[in-house]
């Protein structure tokens, strides 16, 4: 094999490598950029569950101050207070569909309170917890 064999030889394997090189560079970018997105996605599900929770906290406080005009002598309307409780039944299903996106375990219930297991309203089908005895949705009665 003569000097310039071996040379062409020598320039064919690294043509060879390099092209390798090139499909392993170009697989890692590939798959970065895949996982960059990933990223991207999980952190606005986060965003969005941050925002989720917020709102929730607001429209407790709200609750909270409708409740409380209700014992100083202004009576709230039932309807409004029914409504805002809805909302928040609503927001807090979004919240626990991103969580479970997200691979989060439920929030455990705080000391003393008891884990509640949902169930469906007979009447509407709505999502009631297992201790209600009207459905928050319709005001059907629940079966014991």
Known sequence: MTTR???????????R???EAGDIA????????????????????????GRLEAEIGEKLRAMGELLY??????????????????????????????????G??????EAGEDARRERLCPSCGESVREDDRFCR??????DQ
């Open 5 to 15: 064999d071996k040379l062409y030889d020598l320039l064919g394997t690294l043509q």
């Open 17 to 19: 490598a390099a092209a």
């Open 26 to 49: 170009l697989g890692a970018a590939c798959i970065t950029g895949e996982k960059a997105g990933d990223i991207l996605d999980a952190l606005q599900l986060h965003l969005r569950a």
């Open 69 to 102: 005009a209700t014992h100083t002598g202004s009576p709230t309307d039932s309807e409004v207070l029914h409504t805002k409780m809805q909302e928040v039944d609503k927001l807090k299903a979004e919240l626990e569909a991103l969580n479970l996106r997200l």
């Open 104 to 109: 989060r375990e439920s929030a455990a219930p």
């Open 137 to 142: 949705s319709c005001g059907g009665e629940l």
